[in-house]
């Protein structure tokens, strides 16, 4: 069974720090695509960053200098390292494992934004 379970979330203050983290399991890990996305209420999902299994990372322009994505294949574990943050970047982060067309998703997890 494909399991992926994010956890890390929470309140912040603007200009704060949180790391989430999405533990991966049932998969061959280091042959997927991790990504992290997010969804504010009334929106569409939309990708933050993701990161190749040769490391190589890619970023929403909105989090670009802000947020590092990395994993780590051994422990199966991708972890979205998130500074500066910002009202707007309130949302359900969502870790996903993508291989070709096989596509999974964990349940989320709460990041609030606000003083």
């Known amino acids: 069974q494909v399991q992926l379970v994010e956890s890390g979330g929470g309140l912040v203050q603007p200009g704060g720090s949180l790391r989430l983290s999405c533990a991966a399991s049932g998969i061959p890990f280091d042959r997927y695509l991790v990504a992290w996305y997010r969804q504010a209420p009334g929106k569409q999902r939309e990708l933050v960053a993701d990161?190749?299994?040769?490391?190589?990372?890619n970023y929403a322009d909105s989090v670009r200098g802000r947020f590092t994505i990395s994993r780590h294949n051994a422990e199966n574990r991708v972890y979205l390292r998130m500074n500066s943050l910002k009202p707007e970047d309130t949302a359900v982060y969502y870790c996903?494992?993508?291989?070709?067309?096989?596509?999974?998703w964990g349940q989320g997890t709460q990041v609030t934004v606000s003083s």
């Open positions: 990161i190749t299994s040769g490391m190589m990372e």
């Open positions: 996903n494992a993508r291989n070709g067309p096989i596509n999974y």
